[in-house]
C-alpha cells in the first residue's frame, strides 16, 4: 500500500486539514508530529518537557486518518533541521509522497503538474491509487514545454483508470503557471524534482501557495530508500 508521510509542526496549534485526511482515505499515513528547537536545547531535555502534549495531539490525529479508511501511525521528533528529519523519517517509513495540508475541505477538483524533470510515471501511479473510483476530477498541467507524448500517455493512464481529467498546456514557467492555475483547484499533486519544490515544501514560496488559497499539497518522491538509484 502507498505511504504518504504528513509533517505537522505539532507543538505550534497547526493540525492538518478535513479535506487532507479525506483525501488520504485510500492510503496509509505517517503523521509526523515535529518541533524545531534552539540550537542550544538538547532534543531530549525537550522531549521530557513535551512528550506527553505532543503524543496526545498525534494520536488524534492518527485516530482521524484511521477513520477516513487508511492505516495510519505517528512518529515524534524533536529537532534542529526540519528538512532533514522529514526527509529521514520519510526513508525510514518508505514513503511514496510528503503532504502539505493546506487549508480545503472537500477536494473535488486535483492539479497534478507534470513540468519539469519528475517522474510522470510514479506521479500517475500515484494518482490513481489517491482516486480510486471516486468522483475527483483531474487536470494535467504541462508547463514550459510542449510535449505531446509526455500528455497523451498521462491522458490514456488516467482515462483507463476510469479518472475525469482534462488536460492544460502553458508556455509559462512552471512554478508560475502552477501558481496561475492553483485557485481553482482544491488540491495539488506535483513531483519532487519540479522546478522551485524544495522552496514549496520547505522554504518562502510557501507563502505564496498559502496566498493563493491552495488546498493540500501532496508531493510524489523520485523513488523511496528501499528503491535502486
Excluded: C, W
Excluded at 64 to 89: I, K, M, N, S, Y
Excluded at 157 to 183: C, N, Q
Amino acid at each position: 500500500m502507498t505511504r504518504v508521510l504528513v509533517p505537522v509542526e505539532i507543538l505550534e496549534g497547526k493540525t492538518v486539514s478535513a479535506g487532507l485526511i479525506d483525501l488520504l482515505g485510500p492510503v496509509d499515513v505517517t503523521v509526523l508530529g515535529y518541533h524545531v528547537l534552539p540550537e542550544q536545547t538538547p532534543p531530549d531535555q525537550a522531549r521530557q518537557q513535551y512528550e506527553e502534549r505532543a503524543t496526545a495531539a498525534l494520536d488524534d490525529l492518527s485516530e482521524a486518518f484511521r477513520g477516513a479508511g487508511g492505516a495510519a501511525d505517528r512518529r515524534l521528533v524533536f529537532t534542529h533541521d526540519r528538512e532533514q528529519t522529514v526527509e529521514r523519517v520519510a526513508d525510514e517509513v518508505g514513503a511514496r509522497a510528503f503532504a502539505v495540508s493546506g487549508t480545503a475541505g472537500g477536494v473535488d477538483s486535483l492539479l497534478v503538474s507534470l513540468s519539469g524533470d519528475v517522474a510522470v510515471d510514479r506521479i500517475l501511479e500515484f494518482v490513481t491509487e489517491l482516486i480510486g473510483d471516486r468522483s475527483i476530477g483531474v487536470t494535467l498541467l504541462l508547463a514550459g514545454e510542449t510535449d505531446d507524448d509526455r500528455l497523451g500517455a498521462a491522458a490514456t493512464r488516467l482515462g483507463d483508470a476510469g479518472i475525469d481529467f482534462e488536460t492544460v498546456t502553458t508556455s509559462g514557467k512552471p512554478f508560475e503557471s502552477l501558481m496561475d492555475a492553483v485557485p481553482d483547484h482544491d488540491a495539488i499533486v506535483m513531483g519532487e524534482a519540479a522546478p522551485s519544490l524544495r522552496s514549496l515544501v520547505f522554504g518562502d514560496e510557501a507563502d505564496r501557495v498559502a496566498a493563493a488559497s491552495v488546498g493540500p499539497v501532496l508531493v510524489v518522491r523520485n523513488r523511496t530508500s528501499d528503491e535502486s538509484a
